[in-house]
């Protein structure tokens, strides 16, 4: 008897949710490699610049981890071989793929790597593990079964037959190099990459609420903003405005002014908190969304700034967006406060003072 749950709308949406683990057995080769990059790029302390090559012509390198720069020269750097199959790899998906390294580091095409690493979602199997961990045992598995293995299927050009000066190269070849990867390793680290929750899912992190006691003196990447506030209530009330004590004479304006500055704090821990569990320009996006929703609203006409600043606020706040990730865990606070973040870029304006 089936087990019975409440069934969410995500699932009715989506489907069931799929583990992350299971859920790599179902990308194409291309997203294998890509993912295997994006794993890379989070192991900054490690390598100096990730590169996909992958394809036809890739001389037997899906994706390079530079230790040292390219321009050095015999740089270091590390090979992650990218085997995307429906078992765990056997010996015979891996000869040519060894094959390679040898003849195209023979002919100085690229130096041998610090490390060969074979990344596959099945892992590798009993015999390429065993091999893996005594490279004298993989030296001679590979030297019997070259010809059948690799001798026509390195490359279309020519049979490299192992032979002569290659043959005294293979025999001086450091065997070591050739690991395996742990794939609950590699998704673990993968956790820490800005493309994880967009490949696998889960929901965004919950952010703290804002100590909005903590919000004192106006920091320097407020000034924009506040002297706009400054103007626009005084085009209101006729009277200039230039300091924050000023506005204890108006209690209307002096608590927008405190909760403007509780907003700005809030749409700027938005963009903050989430910078690296997203992809790049998530936020850029979102705050354009904001833009494009109150521009219309900005560049109306208005009895005076103040009015303006209400108007497009209270707007910002029941726009329906749909499109960003972030939608899910903005609040109002956030899309007021993008609002006062867009007049700091000098994106709008609530009242050119010039005029």
Known sequence: MLEKKFTSNFEVTNGANIVPIKRIEIFSPEEWELFTKEYLEVLKDDYVEI??????NDNGRDVIAYIEPATVKNYKWDCFQCKHYDHSLHPSDVYVEIGKILYYTFKKDYPIPEKYFFVAPKGCGTSLSKFLTDKDLLKQKIKDNWVQSCETKITKNVDVKLEGAFLNYFENFDFGIFKKTNIKEILDKHKNHPNHIIRFGGGLPSRPKIDETAIDQIKENELVYVQQLFISYGDESKIKYESQTDLQTNLNYQNHFNRTRINFHYAEQLRNFYRDSLPINTFQDFQDEIYNGIIDTVEDSHDNAFKKIKAS????????????????????????????????DKKIIWKDESK
């Open 313 to 344: 606020e209270q707007l910002a706040s029941t726009l329906q967006l749909s499109s960003n990730p972030l939608t899910t865990v903005s609040i109002v606070n956030d899309r007021k406060g993008i609002c006062h973040q867009l007049v700091n």
């Open 51 to 56: 590169e996909r090559i992958g394809g036809a």
